[in-house]
């Protein structure tokens, strides 16, 4: 059955995409809620104004995305953390301590799951991160673990 989609659909596409799903699958789970319609004669003009809507809103976010990228590349983030006689830390450095960290330093909310790290920090000192804020926008920012006074 051919379907456009009215919201994001993982693995499927984008608003105002044009899928070619299984029958089931469109009347017992995308149609009922409302993720996408019938496609038909009458919805394909529709289909394409959803299609530029959506593109523009993602163009708008990503423009926010590259300045909040801007201000994270600037200052370090500074994280404190128990650390030993030389220099190892008592546990480790999360990506869900650096993401608290920079939410508290930007005041926008960072998910964990955005912030990439090979393995936990184990160590005083600075380390670079990767935090995905936009499929296009990756910025690789500094981390400065400082041990607690």
């Not at 989609?5 to 995409?17: F, I, M």
């Not at 404190?80 to 508290?104: H, N, P, Q, W, Y």
């Amino acid at each position: 059955m051919k379907i456009i989609l009215q919201k994001t659909v993982e693995r499927l596409g984008d608003p105002g995409d044009v899928a070619d799903v299984a029958d089931g699958y469109a009347r017992n789970f995308l149609i009922p809620r409302g993720l996408a319609v019938k496609a038909e004669k009458g919805t394909m003009r529709h289909a394409e104004s959803l299609k530029r809507s959506h593109e523009a809103q993602i163009d708008a976010r990503k423009g926010e995305l590259e300045t909040l990228a801007a201000r994270l590349i600037q200052a370090p983030v500074v994280v404190r953390a128990r650390a030993g006689e030389e220099g190892k830390l008592f546990g480790s450095v999360t990506a869900s301590d650096i993401a608290e960290a920079l939410s508290a330093q930007t005041g926008v909310p960072i998910d964990r799951r955005d912030v990439h790290l090979d393995e936990p920090i184990r160590s005083i000192g600075t380390h670079e991160v990767t935090v995905h804020l936009h499929h296009e926008v990756d910025p690789v920012i500094i981390v400065d673990v400082q041990p607690e006074a």
